[in-house]
């Protein structure tokens, strides 16, 4: 048995050919039942024209971070039958995420052809008919269906018979089709489930000229050349790997000849590469595009063979160093080998593995980490270091499906983790350090501006996670509306700095009399600090107030939490039930319940 | 050097999926699974760009069998 990963590892990619036949074997591995599958996704392509060959190539790419998604292409051209009809196998499929790609000739072939055939004012209803035309299917399917949407823009054409006064058109041809592109991107900007995918973009990138073969548009209706297909699905994978929960979190950087130019211990600090010289801009501009990585919440490490004096030297006081001391979360500088390097800073930022990138320009290191830690996505850093910015910005790999504050802050709140261990090793009992760092936890019932958070909470809290439910935005704004259930969260700051929303519990109160925490999970930075214990308090508490004569606790065991299953022993539950499902705990109302005594807590 | 007749074989075997040894000038969509009219295209694609020529619709059309491949090589001057 192999895993999608395992399998893509063995086979080359990349061309199109190679995508093909590779997604074809892991199709038939996956009928013969030989294909270990960890993750995966319901996908449905709705298209205006021949998408063939995008299933397999999708199904290929999807494997290099380790997804096996099950996609129904529709027959193309029957996009509004499968929409329209509510008996249709788009909805029987069900699928997580549907992807609707419908082409301007398609819909609009004779407006392409003769544009100014139409007179001004019937090419400004056809921006507005054609708005509605996209807004009438995707309501159609919201209305039906919770998948989230991934609807292509209109690709604008490059030609057109006005030629260079195009522009000088009262309202142009090329201009209603930009507009319809503008008022989709702005129509659906607030929304969750309808993304808008830049399809005009990608043509751009690939290039307007190279995209369409027309022999093969004349001979079969395909419109993206197939040589260019993996680059398409390259960019739908965008959306799928934080739709399967593979985004990568945390950037592992070397420093020598990867941060800045030359070796620090040999030339010293005057002697590397960096700053506005030829040789010292690509590394400068790099850092700075690691920096706003950063600040969108991306985790920076350090992994260097080094003396860390010189390294630190470098890094506080190199005028053109972009990234300082403060935004890393945390340094490996020293002689060790770059793997145990690797684990040890995972364990400390506490991320896995599997959500590290590593950056490298030594070839053996890099050969080292594939070796033993392959579920580290290690970049092959090109020999020409001019070439750095080029691989960096074709990682699609840090994408995120809404930003919330706490990603903004998260790498603050790394910061003041490591504050909180230098004190954590100069303080001697854990109840003496938690005393010292001012804990104020603050207890909220849900409202609408946490409910990004929440959903992100329940999607990606692996460790202290009860019954590991996944919630999208949608189900969480349901059970918000929902009077048989309660979400209340927590938010925990101390003297280094606010952790934000950082723990919450999902209780159904239908029964009033026996409450049942259906979801109870706690981010992994403020594990070991008794914020759980609040919580806990707190909702019995609650119950008690409410005259619930019981509280029921769940737990279900999922690969990575361990550390909570005797939670609800601990807490002074009893074990009702045990079953290969998982253990259902009990807390009579009757017992006390106490909050921790050296915790303060504000309810909100 | 690899000849262009092997160039071709290798072409026509990671298309079709099939193995090298079993492709002769008979091969053909009806005695050939994976030879459908996708794959048909993308031998296409591949055969242009490999050996840079561009064929006509026409000629994409009076493909029935490996030989024909071969013919409307031949006639754009690549040497099998």
Known sequence: MNTPVEVFNQSSSESFTDYLSLGKKLAILNNQNKLQIDSSIKIAILSSSSMNGVSDVLVAQCSSFNVFPNIYTAE??????????????LYSFNADLIIINIDLKSIAESYELLPYQKTTEERESWLVETIIFFESFIN????????????????VPVYSPMGIIESKETYGFLESIEDVNRGLR??????????????????????????????????????VKTQFIPDLCSDYSRYIQPLTYKTKKCIVLDLDNTLWGGIVGE??????????????????????KLLALHNRGIILAINSKNNEEDAMNVIKNHPYMALRENCFAATRINWKDKVSNLKSLAEEINVGLDSMVFFDDDQMNRDMVKTFLPEV?????????????????????????????????RNEMYQAEKNRNKLLKSTTTLSDYLRTLNLIVYIEEVNISMIPRIAQLTQKTNQFNLTTKRHTEEDIQKIVNDDNFRIISIRVTDKFGDNGLTGLVIISIKDSVNWHIETFLLSCRVIGRKAEEVLLAYVINEAKANNAKFVFGYFNESKKNSLVKDFYLRNGFEMIDRTVQGDTWR?????NYKFPSYIKYKVL | MISNNQKLMTLISSVLNI?????????????????????????VSELESQFEVQFSIEEVYSVTCVKDIKD?????GIVL
């Open chain 1, 267 to 288: 030339v010293g600090l005057e002697g590397i590469y960096l700053g506005p010289t030829p040789e010292g801009r690509l590394f400068l501009e790099f850092q700075k």
């Open chain 2, 72 to 76: 409307a090589l031949i006639k754009y």
């Open chain 1, 76 to 89: 193309y051209g029957q996009y509004a039958q499968e929409i329209l009809n509510s008996e249709s196998y």
């Open chain 1, 186 to 223: 702005d129509k659906y900007k607030m929304s969750n489930q309808v993304f808008i995918y830049d399809f005009n973009g990608f043509c751009s990138k690939i290039g307007k000229t190279n995209i369409l073969d027309y022999k093969m548009y004349y001979l079969a209706d395909i419109k």
């Open chain 1, 140 to 155: 159609e399917i919201t209305f039906k269906s919770s998948s989230m949407i991934l609807m292509h823009n209109l690709e």
């Open chain 1, 377 to 409: 996505l290690v970049v092959d850093l090109p020999k020409d270091f001019s070439q750095y910015l080029g691989t960096f910005e074709g990682l699609n790999c840090f994408e995120t499906l809404s930003l919330s504050d706490e990603d903004a802050k």
């Open chain 2, 19 to 43: 193995d090298e040894n079993s492709i002769n000038n008979e091969t053909s969509p009806e005695n050939t699974e994976s030879w459908d009219s996708f794959n048909a295209l993308v031998m």
């Open chain 1, 587 to 591: 807390f009579d109302t009757m017992n």
